[in-house]
């Protein structure tokens, strides 16, 4: 049983367009985060939600919008897509109360 | 501005060896260490956390030291092996309001371990 899993793995798509990204936790946690990892490793925090609010948005362009239907799952859309996005993007949970974060396998996202 | 600072970028080192990676911080705040170990391919894994309240925690060949007047805090993988090649990155976190359990990152450290 996958803990913290996102589809899809791959995402090659042209710039301009609009794709998602979902994630979905079955550890029962509250918060859920969208982490950033660029071409040099670097880890870097986008969002935020607990309990499907948004608790953390980060610097980041207004075409990057989160969604919580509910609080097992965070989704991540992104609009008209730029070279500058390609990246591996993580979503992550932690338990009410505990800092212990973790992952799933990450979503390579090229544009092309 | 990077809050939390990580050497070195890349280590080598014989199976058998000590790895060591270092950490500094300076947001006082911070009161939670964790180091993940990140396979390529994988989502970075939770490997052993510390808090400030002491100086060393170990669990199995993995061991953290922490210096809270130097803020600085280290990994040590002893009897290295070349299944630990992996990136390494250490984090820092506060336990407290909004910002709970959102975590900085160091820029990652490259270990590969040679048979």
């Known amino acids: 049983d996958t803990a913290v899993s996102q589809t899809p793995k791959y995402l090659v798509t042209q710039m301009g367009n609009d794709k998602s990204i979902k994630c979905e936790q079955n550890?029962?946690?509250?918060?859920m985060y969208w982490y950033k990892q660029d071409s040099k490793k670097f880890l870097k925090i986008m969002f935020s939600y607990n309990n499907k609010e948004l608790i953390i948005n980060e610097t980041v362009p207004n075409r990057f919008s989160p969604k919580s239907p509910d609080k097992a799952h965070l989704n991540l859309h992104i609009n008209s897509l730029e070279l500058g996005d390609s990246a591996v993007y993580f979503c992550?949970?932690?338990?009410?109360?505990?800092?212990?974060?973790?992952f799933g396998q990450g979503t390579r996202l090229t544009v092309v | 501005q990077q809050q939390v600072k990580q050497s070195p970028q890349s280590l080598i080192v014989q199976k058998g060896g000590i790895s060591i990676i270092n950490c500094a911080y300076e947001?006082?705040?911070?009161?939670?260490f964790p180091w993940y170990q990140q396979f390529p391919g994988k989502g970075p894994a939770l490997l052993i956390a510390i808090r400030p309240d002491v100086s060393e925690k170990k669990e199995g060949r993995f061991t953290i030291s922490f210096n809270k007047s130097a803020k600085q805090f280290s990994l040590h993988i002893m009897d290295s092996q070349p299944g630990d090649s992996a990136t390494y990155f250490c984090?820092?976190?506060?336990?407290?309001?909004?910002?709970?359990?959102?975590?900085?990152f160091g820029r990652g450290t490259q270990l590969t371990v040679w048979p």
């Open positions: 947001n006082t705040a911070f009161d939670y």
């Open positions: 984090a820092a976190s506060m336990d407290r309001g909004s910002t709970l359990g959102r975590l900085y």
């Open positions: 992550a949970s932690s338990a009410p109360g505990r800092t212990e974060a973790f």
């Open positions: 550890l029962g946690h509250d918060t």
